[in-house]
C-alpha cells in the first residue's frame, strides 16, 4: 500500500481506519490445518520453538500465550480459548475450532492432551522439547515462572478473593485451566505414571517433579514413532537439527551477521515481567475502592476547607 501522506489525506485515514477491523477479523480470514506438534512440557523451550517455525515461514503457532490472551494472532478469540480449556475437565475442547487459525501446536495447555492430538493429526510431525542438560533442572526453571501462578502462592492468595474475582474473573478461569491440563496429563500417562500428574506437588516437590518430567519425556518417546519425532534439546540443538527435520531451509542471517541465531524466548527475567505486571494489577484492583476515601482525606484535611473558602473569595479564582 504505497500513498503519499500529503497528497492523499484520504488514504492515511482509509489505513488508520480499517487497521483495527483487519487486526480483529483476520482469524475469520485465516485458515489453518495443524501440521507440526510440539510436545515437550512447559519450561522446555516451546516458545522458543513456537517463533522458530514462525520464522521459518510454517504459520503462526498455537502457545500458552493465545491462551492468556498475550499472543498476536487470536485478537477475537481469546476469552472463548480461555473458557475452552478450562472447562476441557472430562476430554479436550474442538480442536477444529481451537486450532482453526493455526498451523502449527506448541507446549501446554494443548500438548497436555497428547493421545487426543495425535488421533486428530496422525500424520504431523512432533517435536519433543527438552531442558538441556546443562541449564537448570526443571524444577528450578518452574519454581521461578508457572509456581508463583498457582494454588498456594502469595499471588494466588490475593487474586483468589471473591471481591478480586467478582472484577478480573479470568483468573479464576486460569486456575480451572490448570486443573483441566493435570487432568488431561493423568490420562495421557495412564499406567505409566500411577501417581499422577499434579502442577501444585510438582512446584513444592522437587523429586516428584523430576519423576513426573522424565516420565512424560519417556511417553512421547514411547508412543510416537521415531521417523515421526524429534528431540529436541533446547541450549543445545537449533536451526541445523529442527530444519533437518522439518525439510526446510535454515534462516538467512541476520544483517552483519553469518548465521541466524536460534530464537531464545521466555526466559526466566521475561516471565518475571509478566508476574510483577500481574502483582501490580492485583494491587491497582484492591487499592481502587480505596481512592473516593484518599481523595475526601486529602480534601478534608485539616486546613483545607479554609483555604478552598479562602480561594473561593478571591478575584484571581
Known sequence: LKFDRMKDPVGVVTLVVAAPWL???????????????????????????AVAMQILGL?????????????????????????AWSTALEGPPDFD??????STVVGPPASMFLGDLLKKYPDAKV?????????PTWFASISYSFCLFY??????????SGFFSSIISSWSLLQDMRSSADAAATRS??????????????????????RVYNAWNALVEGTVPAGQLLVFETGKHGWKELCAFLGVPEPTPTPGSSRRSYPW?????????????????????????????????????????????????????
Open 23 to 49: 487486526l480483529a477479523l483476520c482469524p475469520f480470514f485465516a485458515t489453518g490445518e495443524v501440521h507440526v506438534l510440539g510436545l515437550g512440557h512447559s519450561r522446555t523451550g516451546t516458545e522458543s520453538l
Open 265 to 317: 524466548q521466555n526466559s526466566r527475567g521475561e516471565f518475571g515481567i509478566l508476574v510483577r505486571y500481574y502483582w501490580a494489577e492485583s494491587i491497582m484492583v484492591y487499592l481502587l475502592p480505596l481512592l473516593p476515601f484518599a481523595a475526601l482525606a486529602f480534601w478534608y484535611k485539616p486546613g483545607k476547607v479554609e483555604l478552598w473558602r479562602q480561594l473561593g473569595k478571591s478575584k484571581e479564582c
Open 189 to 210: 500417562l495412564g499406567a505409566r505414571f500411577p501417581e499422577g500428574h499434579h502442577w501444585d506437588t510438582a512446584c513444592n516437590d522437587p523429586e516428584y517433579a523430576e
Open 59 to 83: 504459520g503462526p503457532g498455537y502457545t500458552w500465550r493465545e491462551v492468556i490472551g498475550s499472543g498476536i494472532n487470536n485478537i477475537a478469540h481469546r476469552r472463548h480459548d480461555l473458557e
Open 127 to 135: 517435536i519433543l522439547t527438552k531442558r538441556s542438560s546443562t541449564r
Open 151 to 160: 494454588s498456594g502462592s502469595a499471588l494466588d492468595a490475593v487474586r483468589s
Open 97 to 102: 475450532t481451537v486450532f482453526a487459525n493455526y
